[in-house]
């Protein structure tokens, strides 16, 4: 393979591959550990400031929970003022505390 710029953008873009992954293998990991009853919604709020949980979906959060399926999230979200591709990290105190107030009742 030649040397110069161009095997420079492969090797970088290999690697971006292998942290994409690992993300993936992290969020997975997280959503297990919240079906399982692990680890608590409250829990992965807290956690937010990592950049593996900051970045996942809250919708991916909730349908995580047992018992909670698209059209109960999907509900549940929209009452809590919670928009669909909103991720864990962008939201706000209020949205949080309508969110775990919800989960409980």
Same mark, same amino acid.
């Given at each position: ?16 591959? $292998? ?6 293998? /992290? ?6 550990? +919240? ?16 950049? &593996?949980? $900051? &970045?996942? =979906?809250?919708?991916?959060?909730? =349908?995580? +929970?047992?018992?909670?399926?698209? /059209?109960?999230? /999907?509900?549940?979200?929209? @009452? ?23 989960? @409980?009742?």
């Amino acid at each position: 393979m030649p040397d110069g710029p161009a095997s420079d953008d492969v090797g970088a873009a290999c690697e971006g591959v $292998g942290e994409g992954s690992r993300g993936a293998t /992290a969020r997975r990991a997280l959503l297990a550990e +919240v079906a399982s009853g692990a680890v608590s919604v409250s829990e992965v709020f807290e956690r937010n400031g990592q950049d &593996r949980v $900051g &970045r996942t =979906r809250v919708v991916q959060v909730l =349908r995580a +929970v047992p018992g909670y399926g698209p /059209a109960r999230v /999907a509900a549940l979200m929209a @009452i809590c003022g919670v928009e669909e591709k909103q991720r864990v990290g962008a939201l706000n105190e209020q949205q949080r505390e309508r969110l775990l107030r919800a989960l @409980i009742s």
